[in-house]
């Protein structure tokens, strides 16, 4: 049976970090400011929209793939590729659930010491969970290094504002 998946990036798609930026545009960088704002950053209310939409509605949505003659399809998830390290892993889902966002099925998160730009760790995710297990019908993403990557190997994805930040 073939397996769908929509991919969301959480900052800037789902959580607005702007009022953190000062911490990374200063020399020197104060990182760990940066992410211990994180639990007051304030949701993107389009993107948290479509977002538990598309958790909710995940089997009407696999029932209009099936009739579109996609043999064997099922029920798409919903899954995060964010490039937050993962030990801000429990605070990114508390921040979910005081948001009332419900869970995706999968946060994959950057290992904490890696500090690849952000397009690399993405298609390295991309590479270790999806490719040739499961198809993506699109990726929600704000940064333009990571929307062109992921373009230039056929991934559709929706521009959902920019950033640079890598």
Same mark, same amino acid.
Do not use: S, W
């Given at each position: 049976m073939r397996s769908y998946v929509f991919l969301f990036d959480l900052d800037m798609v789902l959580a607005d970090w702007s009022h953190r930026r000062h911490f990374i545009d200063q020399e020197p960088e104060d990182r760990e400011s940066f992410y211990a704002a994180m639990p007051n950053d304030p949701v993107i209310p389009a993107g948290c929209v479509l977002f538990n939409f598309l958790v909710t509605q995940a089997q009407v949505i696999g029932h209009a793939i099936t009739i579109g /003659?996609?043999?064997?399809?099922?029920? =798409?998830?919903?899954?995060? !590729?964010?490039c937050r390290p993962e030990r801000t892993r429990e605070v990114t889902m508390r921040w979910f659930e005081a948001n009332g966002l419900l869970a =995706?099925? #999968?946060? &994959?998160?950057?290992?904490? !010491?890696?500090?690849? =730009? &952000? #397009?690399?760790? /993405?298609?390295?995710?991309?590479? /270790? #969970?999806?490719?040739? /297990?499961?198809?993506?019908l699109v990726l929600f993403e704000d940064n333009v290094d990571t929307i062109k990557a992921f373009r230039d190997i056929g991934i559709t994805v929706y521009q959902v504002c920019e950033s640079n930040l890598n």
């Open positions: /003659k996609v043999d064997g399809a099922e029920i =798409p998830f919903i899954d995060c !590729l964010t =995706p099925r #999968h946060m &994959h998160m950057r290992e904490d !010491l890696d500090t690849r =730009p &952000h #397009h690399i760790i /993405k298609l390295d995710m991309y590479r /270790k #969970h999806y490719d040739g /297990k499961e198809e993506v």
